[in-house]
């Protein structure tokens, strides 16, 4: 068994030869602005669209079709925001249980709450850390009912609407086998795709295998509108309604307001929307550039008995969005002494997510066994992963 | 009485007269950029902090808590994500009544219908168009029965926690009034301020009255940040939950990701947040160019006795967010009409809001007698307002 101190110098060391020398501080996850954002910044400041009207948000949502092969893209004021747009339109109702991993951002907990409805946590596998389709089909022949109208949880008479498998860190969860389930126990399939724009599943790009999808273009993803997200779907009257919604759910008048449900004001910014035009432009060499990235990290870090790089799955082609090692479980211990070491040497690093079922909003929330869920959060660790590392491979 | 064609042919005349000449489309409110937008937005670029972090949030919140007085200031997303966080902060429940105008902007109400509470609709007096003060006391005192746990309206049996008076484009409601009447009925005083920065009652700004309050930077505003809101409150307990309930919940830490209750993605991004640092240095100008736009459009009105322009109140000092006209009660079938002929002249107009009670969401929510709402909703004409009309005054 290795010494703390010597597997923390070990880490540092590996993590060194990957990482740029001259740097001070060596975040996770910076943005980067290389194309044409100050242009289409400063058209929008020029012409005064900033805001609800301009060009650029239909742009932006015109290229996220194409680059996704979603039908359509609606442009919307955050990922949170898009998961619970996402929810809605899958007839989500308060008092109804939708199926979701613990480990996961925060967001995916919340959007159910904002419908007044439960999560209920799923196991992940240890491939990709997604939900685990065997464990969850077992599961369900356990606790739920399927009847005519839906499928029921036996224990709690609630009705089950959704399945929302997340992308963590960008590796696409085994979305074949998920959709499987969601068609054989009729719950409606929603990606949260929010870390994996430039991902692919089989060759398609993710969040298109869903009913419906969350993308996110927060600051510290592969590309950033500086806040945004998208809901992805391949139905026109869900994209139609999902544009309502998320626009006050005004009906189009000359001059008149009138509003015929309660809708929301979700709608991403002109401004935002330009950042994302440009930003768009240039993800597919970001995503070459990450996986410059991880492929330096892979090979620094295989032969290493106490840190696993973790690698996308055998069916997919990943982002790379956040790259992460996992420590073995004799070395789980070091845990917090290594995120200290590390940030304490300027080189960010930080544990997953905490687990929803362990904080105090949901931790009375129906789950499964979540012991691999548990054993993981204290054994992952994410690394620098920003696009511009990706420039130093082969130096 | 006048005829239709001579009334329309008289508004328009008197518009011109106020309005450019060398313009074909006149707009509404729109934005105007001429301090130092560009360089705080290229700034944010140039850094790469275009999101979560960076310095002009910070900057922005002290720059409206110096400008306005409010003892603390929390940037958001935008206006409605603003009321909600009120709305919450002031402790509204489901299943709760919340005193609302039904003449708003529909934010107000679907502010209150995603706390699970029921907007109540109250009456509106002729000055401001904000609510009646003395009206909504003796409603009150007909419907209502003050417990020793708060206001409980007696034919719902609902508690009706708080009151939200809306200063109707820009012009500031009665609020020493409704302040008393909150008082009285143990009632949480939340102004909705989204059309009113730049306003002042009594030498206070609007929104520092209230126990919280809402602020919107939406395009059409006096001042904007692409899309963004903010709370006002002198109460730094509250202030602190405002700040944490709308970034996720999470408890600051070195790395972990810890949410102690169910939080929002409601933080404004710093890139909006550079372009609000660089419009609010010029808001006293365009306060001051508002008004002198307003004070045209006055004379030019003033001897009209079938169009009445709407001034400010004896006691405030207006921003003129939105300059309005008033048709006569004998004039009012003309309204579509004059909206046509205005619209089809390139001078853009558009009547008042819909009023919630009016539309399917809000219907069938408890009301008091609307007449006079239902009465203006017929006659109130919006006019061009854009700051930079403000500059052809005197010319």
């Known amino acids: 068994m290795i010494e703390k101190k010597q597997l923390i110098d070990q880490t540092i060391s590996l993590l060194r030869d990957c990482l740029p020398a001259d740097s001070s501080f060596i975040g996770l996850h910076e943005p980067l602005f290389e194309g044409r954002e100050w242009e289409y910044v400063r058209d929008c400041l020029d012409t005064g669209w900033v805001s609800t009207a301009g060009q650029y ?12 092969g979603a039908r ?48 209920h946590f799923v196991e992940i596998e240890n491939v990709t850390l997604g ?10 022949e356990t606790i739920a009912e399927l009847k005519s109208d839906g499928l029921f949880n036996r224990l709690t008479g609630r009705r089950i609407r959704a399945l929302v498998p997340m992308h963590v860190f960008g590796h696409p969860a085994d979305l074949d086998a998920l959709a499987q389930i969601a068609d054989r126990y009729q719950l409606v399939l929603i990606e949260d795709a929010a870390e994996s724009l430039g991902s692919f599943y089989k060759g398609k790009h993710m969040g298109t295998l869903g009913k419906l999808s969350a993308l996110s273009f927060n600051g510290n993803k592969i590309i950033t509108t500086g806040g945004g997200g998208a809901i992805l779907t391949d139905d026109d ?6 544009k309502h919604l998320t626009t006050t759910a005004k009906l189009p008048h000359r001059w008149a307001f009138y509003h015929d449900e309660t809708g929301y004001n979700y709608r991403m910014p002109n401004l935002n929307a330009a950042l994302g035009c440009a930003q768009l432009e240039k993800l597919p060499s970001y995503v070459e550039r990450k996986r410059l990235l991880a492929q330096l990290y892979e090979e620094r870090f295989k032969d290493n008995p106490y840190l696993s790089f973790m690698t996308e799955p055998s069916y997919a082609r990943s982002n790379y969005w956040l790259n992460a090692v ?10 917090d002494d290594l995120l200290e070491a590390t940030n304490d040497a300027g080189i960010m690093t930080r544990p997953i997510w905490t687990p929803m079922h362990l904080m105090p909003p949901y931790q009375d929330c129906p789950a499964m066994d979540l012991s691999l869920t548990e054993a993981y959060y204290g054994r992952v660790i994410n690394i620098p992963s920003s696009v511009k590392l990706g420039d130093r491979h082969g130096e």
């Open 72 to 119: 359509r893209a609606i442009a919307v004021v955050n990922g949170t925001a898009a998961l619970h747009v996402c929810l809605l339109l899958a007839g989500v109702e308060a008092g109804e249980e939708v199926l979701i991993p613990s480990l996961t951002f925060v967001a995916t907990a919340n959007a159910v709450r904002y419908c007044g409805a439960v999560p």
């Open 237 to 242: 009257a869900l994209a139609d309604r999902a």
């Open 326 to 335: 996992i420590l073995s479980p004799e070395t789980a211990a070091y845990r």
């Open 131 to 140: 939900v685990d389709a065997a464990k969850l089909a077992d599961y369900l």
């Open 57 to 68: 948000v239909g742009r932006f949502e015109a290229a996220l079709q194409e680059y996704t």
